[in-house]
């Protein structure tokens, strides 16, 4: 298998989250989670996109179904980000970028002719199953968490 695909075993994964505590893969068994994988706390985009995450939260846990945003900010950042805009989804921090790495989300972007590592703004929905159910490669804000709502729906 070549890279991330719809169909494969999710990556397996454990990370330091905003409350303290630590998530992991296993966590989840038996019920889906849609992992977010979002650039930079408490930045514009990714402020709208984890308020629609947070606003749908009750709707994605009525279809079986976790949500859990990531980025590579430290924790004391996803504290502040978290309680800034009363944020109810779990944020996690993947500083060492392994985890960003296994699924596909760190490399090399560029803004305004800047080269640099970072985060891409990129969505994976894991089925009960721990399969990786669907792949949203490049994500849109504005829509994306409903988008993400009727595909954990279906499954």
Not at 43 to 56: D, N, Q, W
Not at 127 to 132: F, L, M, P, V
Request: hydrophobic share 45%; glycine share 8%.
């Amino acid at each position: 298998m070549k890279g991330l695909e719809e169909g494969a075993k999710a990556p397996a994964f454990s990370l330091p989250v905003a409350d303290g505590t630590t998530v992991s893969l296993a966590d989840f068994r038996g019920r889906n989670l849609v992992l977010y994988f979002y650039p930079r706390a408490d930045t514009p985009g990714c402020t709208i996109e984890a308020k629609e995450f947070t606003r749908l939260l009750p709707r994605f846990e009525r279809a079986g179904t976790a949500v859990l945003g990531v980025s590579a900010d430290p924790i004391k950042a996803q504290q502040r980000f978290a309680a800034k805009h009363k944020l109810l989804v779990t944020l996690a921090s993947d500083e060492t970028h392994a985890m960003l790495e296994a699924y596909e989300a760190w490399g090399k972007k560029s803004m305004f002719g800047v080269k640099y590592l970072g985060v891409f703004r990129k969505t994976v929905l894991i089925g009960k199953d721990g399969r990786i159910a669907r792949i949203w490669p490049k994500v849109t804000v504005k829509g994306h968490a409903e988008e993400v709502l009727a595909a954990a729906q279906a499954l």
